[in-house]
């Protein structure tokens, strides 16, 4: 069975470019998850969906990123523009419904100058 | 809100000694506990869960968990540490609506000495 996947593995912009990050989650898994990782830290959510449902954004800094899932099946998070701070580790993971193990994807590493 | 406390940020041990990684958890309910580990440039891996069945909870690649409800920790241990093992490891506890989403602990770096 093929895991979450992630592209591009590795990003570097800079500053005030936007940058958009791919995941295609497990098959069957209708929950999709976006979390940050910042330098030594654990990773934070950013957003959940339920097929293409988001039913938590509350942490989205929603001025600069969006996300989609517009099929229900993979989604696209999108930062514009970037700042330097948004350096970091973007992880998708995703999940059944009925069940709360997440399974996560390699992630993708931002770099912004 | 659900927290956790990893209260080790580096540990190191030798190899074929004990490994302890501790975390205290803070709950209004029962809760949902996991330890994950991230090798370099590896997605994140769920080692264990515990979901209110037995208390001890086994994992793979010979680590375990016990929930102790008195101390609110969730301590994970394995009796033999391996090269392999040096990672990061965090404590997880799920939270929000219908507990679908992860509240990480700050993580332990795991170091194995030859």
């Known amino acids: 069975e093929a895991g979450v996947v992630q592209s591009p593995r590795y990003k570097i912009i800079e500053k005030k470019q936007p940058v958009a990050f791919w995941c295609n989650p497990i098959?069957?898994?209708?929950?999709l998850y976006w979390y940050r990782q910042n330098l030594g830290q654990g990773p934070e959510l950013l957003i959940r969906?339920?097929?293409?449902?988001?039913?938590?954004d509350s942490q989205l800094p929603k001025d600069r990123f969006s996300a989609e899932r517009l099929k229900g099946v993979d989604s696209t998070l999108k930062i514009q523009p970037a700042e330097l701070g948004d350096s970091a580790v973007y992880l998708c993971?995703?999940?059944?419904?009925?069940?709360?193990?997440?399974?996560f994807g390699p992630g993708t590493r931002l770099t912004v100058l | 809100a659900q927290s956790v406390t990893q209260l080790d940020s580096h540990v190191s041990v030798s190899e074929g000694t004990p490994v302890l990684l501790r975390c205290n958890y803070s709950?209004?309910?029962?809760?949902?506990l996991f330890w994950y580990v991230q090798h370099p440039n590896k997605g994140l891996q769920l080692l264990l869960k515990?979901?209110?069945?037995?208390?001890l909870v086994k994992g793979i690649n010979g680590f375990e968990a016990e929930f102790k409800k008195s101390e609110t920790s969730f301590h994970l241990t394995k009796p033999s540490a391996h090269m392999s093992d040096a990672a990061e490891y965090f404590c997880?506890?799920?939270?929000?609506?219908?507990?679908?989403?992860?509240?990480f602990g700050s993580g332990t770096r795991l170091q194995v000495q030859p």
């Open positions: 993971a995703s999940s059944l419904r009925e069940v709360n193990e997440q399974f």
């Open positions: 098959s069957g898994h209708n929950t």
């Open positions: 969906y339920e097929n293409e449902e988001a039913v938590d």
């Open positions: 709950s209004s309910y029962s809760p949902s």
């Open positions: 515990y979901t209110s069945a037995a208390t």
């Open positions: 997880v506890v799920s939270t929000g609506t219908g507990r679908r989403a992860l509240t």
